[in-house]
């Protein structure tokens, strides 16, 4: 027996083991309460997850029934109701050919299954050399290792980067910083763009596998959209060479950005594409890898089996929950509301901060919007990165109850802060205000007088 002392000390390992959380007892709407009563309003929906808000009866009916019908059952051996409706659910809503779905346990694990998808799809089709992955500078992908590898964040790379999968990486999408001032905007979407097929070309375009984008980037550069015609373009290059393009909308799909899919307010169909987080609302842990009939095919024609696998693959509990998230979202039409809402929060946050001294812009897409936080708007310059203006603004939100989503590193990894926000699709108008009355209360509190 351990001594009293160490007896009432946690034995959680937490993200940050320089700090101590408040321990969260009870969520209801758009709402977490500590143990001493504070609510917090989840301005980010934790990670962009909580996309219905917390509480819901349904979905908790949803997975009570399902844990006393079915609690598991291993993909190896069956097949269960709830991820055959889910699946022919998202299958009716897909855009394109995108109808066979992977059901996974998060994100991470579902762009691992896009990629070796990717690879074996080649495989199968008696192309093995093409082992190349393409993606994008300041891209995040995941935590585990191959998604690590895919993502183009150097400071969540640099103490791994011994361990991971050889990954090229292109410029991001990013009008902000990267556009010239005498480019137009579809110039400059054309010139980055471009930057595919010359590596495509470099590399040897019988070489490379495939190349994964971000439609919205999120966590590393805070709700960057690409211009108009970037995508298409990299749609027909990607046609062009035979490279597969993966998606990843673990952040920005399921209606986050006022589409079901992220990817159709830039009208490109990839030929896979990855989600997680709002496809399970944080109510149980799921993420789904969706591919193009023609992959499926080359797997079912060739091998007939995806040489991967997870143990919780399609699990009945947690499949039952989105399927119930997702009847919700499509029923009581959740993505006109991430829309409309999405406009009336972007208009606050101009109003608020548009002329702020040290808001350099503000933007996104629905209910995904970010804002980069510069030293000086009139030269973009970031401020020094020993100031830690991300980590201070995070606890300066939370101190005055609003959860928000500050990240570092929005300039290559190193330079640069921004605030991501990604409420609840449920919230009402009149917590916009609450928003961003408690995001300037913070700013306050940071940035210079």
Do not use: W
Not at 10 to 15: A, E, I, L
Not at 211 to 223: K, N, R
């Amino acid at each position: 027996m351990k001594p009293p002392e160490e007896q009432t000390m946690s034995s959680v390992f937490p993200r940050d083991t320089r700090i101590n959380l408040p321990k969260a007892i009870r969520a209801e709407g758009c709402y977490i309460y500590d143990e001493t009563g504070k609510a917090y309003f989840d301005g980010s929906g934790g990670a962009a997850v909580s996309c219905l808000g917390h509480g819901d009866p349904d979905i908790i009916s949803a997975i009570e029934k399902q844990a006393k019908t079915l609690a598991f059952a291993h993909t190896g051996f069956f097949t269960s109701e709830h991820s055959e409706k889910l699946a022919r659910l998202l299958a009716d809503y897909t855009p394109g050919e995108l109808n066979r779905i992977y059901f996974v346990s998060g994100g991470s694990e579902a762009i691992e299954a896009a990629l070796k998808l990717a690879r074996q799809y080649h495989v199968e089709n008696g192309q093995p050399e093409r082992r190349h992955l393409i993606s994008r500078k300041q891209s995040y992908h995941g935590n585990t290792l191959g998604a690590l590898g895919a993502g183009g964040n150097e400071m969540r790379r640099a103490q791994f980067q011994p361990l991971l999968i050889d990954v090229h990486h292109i410029a991001p999408c990013y009008e902000y910083i990267l556009r010239d001032e005498i480019e137009t905007s579809h110039d400059y979407g054309q010139r980055a763009a471009q930057e595919l097929e010359d590596e495509i070309l470099r590399l040897g375009p019988e070489t490379v596998m495939a190349f994964i984008a971000e439609p919205v980037v999120g966590a590393t550069l805070g709700a960057v959209t690409a211009v108009g015609g970037y995508f298409q373009r990299i749609r027909d290059i990607c046609d062009t060479y035979g490279v597969i393009l993966i998606l990843d909308e673990v952040m920005c799909g399921m209606g986050r950005t006022g589409y079901l899919f992220a990817c159709e307010a830039d009208q490109v169909v990839p030929d896979i594409v990855c989600i997680a987080k709002g496809l399970g609302a944080g109510y149980q842990p799921i993420g789904a890898m969706i591919c193009s009939e023609f992959i499926y095919d080359a797997i079912k024609t060739g091998s007939g089996i995806f040489q991967h696998g997870h143990t919780y693959l399609g699990h009945p509990v947690a499949t039952a929950a989105s399927y119930a998230v997702v009847n919700k979202i499509i029923n009581q039409n959740m993505v006109h509301c991430c829309n409309r809402l999405g406009v009336f929060l972007s208009d606050a946050l101009h109003d608020s901060f548009g002329q702020h001294p040290y808001i350099g812009d503000i933007r996104g897409r629905g209910l995904f919007l970010g804002l980069e936080i510069v030293s000086d708007r009139a030269t973009k310059k970031p401020f020094d990165p020993e100031l830690q203006v991300a980590r201070k603004l995070k606890m300066a939100a939370f101190e005055a109850g609003l959860i928000c989503y500050p990240m570092a590193g929005t300039r290559g990894g190193l330079l640069g802060d921004h605030i991501l926000l990604a409420p609840p699709f449920i919230m009402q108008d009149s917590q916009i205000s609450e928003i961003t009355y408690k995001l300037e209360k913070a700013l306050k509190s940071v940035l210079p007088a």
